[in-house]
């Protein structure tokens, strides 16, 4: 709050998880992973500058990229793995037991790419992401992203539901957005 009411807001080092929940429209916004990745990162760089911060949107919009252009599962871990050093050959029956709230990118990023992974639609992956517990919220909204970009459209059901919830105009924003980006 304090970073917002300044008068001059400044960075403030974070390698927290918001960097990537807030990152997935530059996934959908882009044509090739360098403006991707160079978008992310500047997304990032406005409060959470810190190389785990950066390193956590740019993964996150990587694999909304890749779910979006390229649809496989296995590129996805491969890339994001191989250029990030995520884990991601866990499942999420492997991290559930063990996993608690955690707000950094480090124990964030992977657990949500993980709960893509393993899914089979778009709620069964945000369903995967919530039942890991801990930051639900931001887990989900990862996955969520990358699962609208691989299995196309939320259901309409969930969408009715979010169009209710939210004030109009943000409803207008995400409507202008996915109206420009050919987001059905």
Known sequence: MSWLGSVDPKPYNSWGNG????????????????????????SAEFTHDHPEGIKGAQATALAIFLARTEWDKDLIRTEVSNRFGYDLDRTVDEIRPSYSFNESCQKTVPE???AFLDSTS????????????????TLACITGGIAEAYYGPVPA????????ILPA????????????????
């Not at 059901?157 to 209710?164: A, P």
Request: charged share 25%.
């Open 169 to 184: 105009d943000l409803w207008g924003i995400t409507e202008g957005f996915c109206t420009k980006f050919h987001i059905a």
């Open 157 to 164: 059901v969930i969408l009715e539901q979010v169009r209710g």
């Open 19 to 42: 960097s990537a929940m807030r990152v997935s429209p530059v996934g959908f916004a882009f044509e090739s992973v360098e403006d991707v990745l160079r978008e992310a990162q500047r």
């Open 112 to 114: 949500a790419i993980v």
């Open 122 to 137: 778009y709620e069964d992956a945000v369903r995967n992401a919530i039942s890991l517990g801990g930051d639900a919220d």
